[in-house]
């Protein structure tokens, strides 16, 4: 009985560790300039680690630093567009945090025939970018509570 509980992971701050660490997999950057000021964009799509599922695809959208001024953005996930609004705290804990960073929710209905996301992003006056993404059945990346496997 000792080594069975020596080897389950049930530490909250290692669970929270492993979401973040699963949330940098389904996450893609893109570094832009504007008047010789760079910042770092992320975007992290959360539905693959959220712990209740959504009807909306989810995305964390991260700016670093958060001193970078937004005058306009837009952003069109599979040339639909989505909703921009300020993170919720309950997604704080699928994400690396730090205090330089600006954070924002884009969120769109989920199209479930879509296997492939591309997000075109629209930034104040820059040249608009894209980052892509793939949804895959979440039994292919997520541990399975009721056996101690992992699938991916």
Known sequence: MLFFSACSVKNPAIADINLKTQT?????KYKITQDKFNAIITMSYLNPVLDSSSQDDIFAFTLTPNTFKIDNLEVFINHRKANIQELDQEFFKYLLQNNYTKYLKISLP???????IKAKICLNHLPCFELNFQKYPKSL????EDIDTQYN
């Open 141 to 144: 990346y997520y541990r399975s």
């Open 24 to 28: 940098l997999m389904f996450s893609q």
């Open 110 to 116: 989920s199209i479930k025939t879509e296997n492939f």
